[in-house]
């Protein structure tokens, strides 16, 4: 076979099967700029004047959606900045410390996320009722815990082991503090370690629905959930719902653009979506 | 040094405890509730222990055994396919030299996407009213399918979905597997005149063996737990028939508001899960 073919016929088909890829996400696009008669239409229609109106409803009809947008915005910026808070220095101590129980800690990280999420939901929800976290940011945000922290600790391990031990010993022997060398040196040097745990515990945070639609109702939906009442309720109104469903996806799709580098890379470290 | 000791000690004490609570803890609860004859409605009363009754319900429960099949027939199909699609796309992108960065942060996209968002989106390419699969079914001159109404097609869509979803974490794994392998057996095959095939399956598969244990063994987990799919596309059913036993579990928690049953059931399935995984990742050690 003649080798240019080979590679042409390569891209080709690598550019069909991305569209395949896109497709599903491009018709959101275009349902989510519909009114109800033009998604309707048969054949469906490519070319229409836009309905805009589709993405201001979702914030001032009763901005119940708009409400969940922020909070999920509050519940997944909370859970990166307490995973990691905590599980930050808890990598960098379980990598040096010679704990005897080190490997226990580390194999109970990995099985926990390998769990499936209705093991956890129904002793948090019963528990929740009775002590009134039910609805709560801080109930989601605790039950996230769950597969945030060890998530952090999964990745920045590697990278703080990569780290070599004759920087942290020079600082250490200028007469630095651990708590000066980790702050200076370590931390600095892991940022790209750091960026990736930030944005794959915030894009778990933000997507999780599991949890979610079990343990809130109104002071604490979010938009996974708020979004599924577009079925329940308004008669299906699909270019609405559509539209909710860009707004969830924007700040994703963004992320994951601008960090592409670090997305590849943290996914393939056994990352689990939710 | 010691003092660093001490120092890496108060460091992971709170992490420990966090974790003995959120996750032990809970676990223990789970274990606990699945004795009781737990109501949704009941919650805040006493949990009085009804012994092993749940558990011999369970034995007769035809939906239950019925969600386990599902269940199955959902890991194998969806993951069979996930590999040789996976694959097929890696050694695709393994063979062109420039864009590959960007094909594949490209594929990255259908797994970022939210889950409930997945299952709303194929949830309107499936519905016939808004075109999607139907009017491209119309061009390509093939049948029209109302996928969610009937029991055998819904089964189908949520496969789909399924795998539009996470095949690209295949395709990343087994591309990086492939960018790493060793050169020597290809230029070896090359020398020796192997087609295309021969090297693929002589030398390309076998080196390719501990990612695809690998990939199997997150995969099969995963597919356990699909959720938000079956949630926002057909409820689990028409008829149950996409109705797995992790969401048959939350069908009888939270919509028949018996806790204590859907705990034994999930303690059961989570048992069985665990045994599997035993099983699976002795038989890779060996294998390795």
Redesign the interface.
């Known amino acids: 076979m003649n080798p240019k073919f ?2 042409w016929g ?2 080709a ?2 550019i069909f ?2 569209g395949l ?2 497709f ?2 491009f ?2 696009v275009l ?1 989510s700029l519909k009114t109800q008669v033009q ?2 239409t ?3 229609l490519f070319i229409f004047k836009p309905a805009w109106q589709n993405f201001v409803r979702l914030f001032t009809d009763d901005s119940f959606f708009g409400f969940s947008l922020l909070n999920s915005v509050i519940v997944s910026l909370g859970s990166v900045g307490s995973s990691l808070l ?2 930050v ?2 990598s ?3 990598l ?4 005897r129980f080190k490997k226990i ?1 580390l194999s ?2 990995l099985t ?1 996320r ?14 929740y ?2 002590i009134g976290l039910r609805d709560s940011y801080i109930g989601l945000i ?2 996230y ?2 597969y945030n ?1 060890p998530l952090v600790i999964w990745i920045m391990v590697p990278f703080f082991d990569q780290i070599p031990r004759e920087l942290e010993e020079a600082a250490r022997v200028d007469g630095a503090t ?1 708590f000066d060398a980790f702050f200076k040196i370590v931390l600095p040097v892991s940022t790209p370690g750091l960026i990736t745990a930030t944005i794959l515990t915030f ?1 778990f945070s ?2 999780e ?2 949890f979610a ?2 343990l809130t109702r109104r002071n604490a939906i979010t ?3 708020a ?2 009442k577009y ?1 329940a309720y308004e008669g299906l109104e ?1 270019g609405t ?2 539209a909710g ?1 860009v707004c ?2 924007i700040p ?2 963004v992320i ?2 601008l960090i ?1 580098k670090y ?2 890379k943290g ?2 470290a ?1 990352a ?3 | 040094m010691k ?3 001490k ?3 108060a ?2 004490a ?3 405890f ?2 003995l609570v ?2 032990a ?3 223990v ?2 274990i606990y ?1 699945s004795f009781t004859g ?1 109501k949704l409605t009941n ?2 009363g006493t949990f009085s222990l009804i012994g092993l009754d749940n558990f011999i319900q369970l034995l007769s429960d035809q939906r239950f055994l019925h969600s386990m099949w599902v269940t199955v027939k959902f890991i194998v199909i969806q993951v069979s396919i996930q590999l040789v699609l996976g694959l097929f ?1 890696a050694l ?2 393994n ?2 030299k420039r ?1 590959a ?1 960007l ?16 299952g ?3 949830r ?2 499936c519905t016939p ?4 699969f139907g ?1 491209v079914a ?1 061009i390509l001159g093939l049948p029209q399918i109302d996928w969610l109404s009937h029991p055998g097609a819904a089964f189908w869509a949520v496969i789909m979905a399924a795998v ?2 996470w095949t ?2 295949v395709i ?2 087994y591309s ?1 597997a492939l960018e790493s392998l060793p050169k020597e057996p290809f230029e070896a095959a090359r020398i020796d005149g192997a087609t295309p095939f021969q090297t693929l399956y002589h030398v390309t598969l076998p080196l390719l063996k501990p990612v695809t244990y690998i990939v199997l063994f ?1 995969r099969i ?2 597919a ?2 699909i ?2 799919i079956i ?2 596309m057909t409820s689990g059913g028409p008829a149950q028939a996409t109705e797995p036993t ?1 969401y048959l ?2 069908q009888n ?2 919509h028949y508001y018996k ?1 204590g049953y ?2 034994a059931m ?1 303690l059961v ?2 048992g069985l ?1 665990i045994v599997f ?1 035993l099983f699976f990742v002795r038989g890779i050690i060996k294998k390795l």
């Not at chain 1, 040096?96 to 704990?99: D, E, M, R």
């Open positions: 080979y590679t390569t891209y088909l690598l099967i991305l890829a896109f599903p996400i018709w959101l349902l998604a309707m048969y054949p469906p905590i599980g220095p808890t960098y101590a379980l040096h410390s010679k704990f800690l109970w990280n926990t390998m769990v499936p999420g209705m093991v956890f939901i129904i002793p948090y929800f019963t528990a009722q009775v605790l039950i815990a769950i922290l651990l894009i933000w997507n629905f599991v639609v079990i938009a996974p959930v979004i599924t079925i699909w719902m559509a469903g969830m996806l994703v799709v994951s653009a592409r997305m590849v996914l393939m056994g689990v979506k939710g | 003092t660093d000791e120092i890496y000690a460091a992971i709170p992490y420990f966090i974790m959120l996750t803890v809970p676990v609860f789970l509730i737990l919650i805040g796309v695709l992108i063979n062109i864009g960065t094909i594949k942060s490209l594929f990255v996209i259908p797994l970022v996407v939210p889950p409930v968002l997945v709303l989106i194929f309107v390419l009213q808004l075109g999607g009017w119309d539009w979803v690209p974490y990343l794994m990086a997150f987990l995963e356990m737990a959720f938000p949630y926002t992790n579990v939350f928690a939270f806790i859907a705990a999930m399935f989570f899960l995984n």
